[in-house]
């Protein structure tokens, strides 16, 4: 009887290979700042729900807060080469229209990059990714914000 208990416990176990996404390389939460000045605004990168190994999601929610109103929703699914690590995309709509004010705004990403072990937490001093990109919102046309930071640490003292 202890046998079969064994054996039939056993038989249930399964070590499935934990793997990480198609894009995990260029994923994560960055702390950015707009022109390489004033506040820095969280934004997320991640893999699309088919894991696609050409495309990303790229989350600029928090770069609309303020204290006086909530942050609009703003989300592009945008082009990436994994090999060398860029991304962009051209007048892509916003996925996230039904949060932002004008459900028409397209997002045009340029000069899109991930260098790893490029920058260094503020407080930590600990290495991490660098991001940079470019970023014009049909809402302000010929306004271009170039973005530029770190991978989130996980240092609490790094984050902003």
């Known amino acids: ?33 707009a022109d390489g000045t004033g506040s820095y605004y969280k934004v997320v990168t991640n893999n699309t729900a088919d894991n696609s190994t050409s495309k990303m999601w790229l989350d600029l929610t928090n770069f609309w807060g303020t204290n006086d109103a909530p942050a609009q929703l703003v989300k592009a699914r945008v082009n990436v080469n994994t090999a060398d ?13 039904s949060g932002y004010n ?4 397209t997002i045009t990403i340029t000069g899109g990059k991930v260098i790893t072990d490029g920058a260094i ?10 991001i940079s990109f470019s970023a014009e919102f049909s809402d302000q046309p010929g306004t ?3 973005f530029s930071g770190y991978h989130r640490t996980k240092f609490p003292d790094d984050d902003h």
């Open 121 to 130: 937490g503020p407080v930590s001093k600990q290495k991490t990714d660098a």
């Open 1 to 33: 009887m202890l046998t079969l208990l064994v054996l039939g416990l056993s038989a249930c176990k399964k070590d499935e290979p934990i793997g990480g996404t198609s894009v995990q390389t260029m994923s994560g939460e960055w702390w950015v700042q």
């Open 102 to 105: 004008d459900p028409t705004l």
């Open 144 to 146: 271009v914000f170039k």
């Open 85 to 97: 690590q860029t991304f962009s995309v051209t007048k892509v709509a916003n996925v996230e229209n």
